[in-house]
């Protein structure tokens, strides 16, 4: 399964992330993802509670449930080892979190998942690497820019990352040249007006654009 998902991740270079969406939106919005070419969501856990993490582990198995091995379903925001664990069982299949943490890492590896560890600094991103990330997340990627990405990357070069922070169909070609493996993405994709519209060939539309980007 691991394997799988670096595979997915390196073909079709873009995860897009899902805070907080109500249920009965769950299953439609991931649905016109897939239409548009999104084989990879994050489900985000939300460490002030008003969203559950009961409530994202049931969206990550009602995902799992429903696409089977046709789409990758992560977790994301994940602080703990006790999260990786839950998500596991869930059916997650990687970690993606805002921090590194070496005892996040050890755990999803245990788990033989996919660890996504966020940081910004070269001394993090080796840490990072270090500690056993598959993957490391630059966060937030659009304030630091693509140029921070390209002299970083320079001396790093062994390490893969990808690009999470204002991702947009506008820049994301910007940091995919300088050396980003993948980006992460939400709202230019994840489209709350169209969603609760139900104007899901607008979340189609705009999900076909990133991937053919």
């Known amino acids: 399964m691991k394997n799988e998902v670096l ?18 939106f769950l299953i439609p919005t991931a649905e016109a993802m897939y239409r548009g070419g999104i084989r990879l969501i994050e489900i985000t856990f939300d460490p002030a509670g008003d969203f ?18 046709d789409m990758h379903i992560g977790a994301g925001t994940v602080l703990t080892g006790q999260q990786v664990k839950a998500a596991h069982s869930a059916g997650a299949s990687f970690i993606i979190s805002p921090n590194t943490d070496p005892s996040v890492i050890s755990t999803t590896n245990t788990m033989n998942m996919v660890s996504i560890p966020g940081a910004m600094t070269p001394t993090e991103i080796h840490k990072a690497h270090m500690a056993g990330a598959d993957i490391v997340k630059i966060f937030p990627a659009a304030e630091l820019g693509a140029d921070y990405f390209r002299a970083v990357l320079a001396p790093l070069n062994h390490i893969k990352v990808i690009a999470v922070g204002g991702i947009d169909d506008m820049n994301m070609r910007t940091f995919l040249s300088a050396g980003a493996a993948a980006v992460g993405t939400g709202s230019c994709i994840v489209r709350r007006d169209a969603i609760e519209e139900g104007d899901f060939d607008e979340i189609t539309l ?6 053919e980007l």
């Open 7 to 24: 595979k997915c991740i390196k073909s079709s270079r873009v995860i897009v992330i899902i805070r907080k969406l109500k249920d009965e």
């Open 206 to 211: 705009h999900a076909r654009r990133m991937t």
């Open 52 to 69: 559950t993490e009961a409530n994202t582990l049931r969206q990550i198995k009602l995902l799992r449930g429903h696409f089977g091995s």
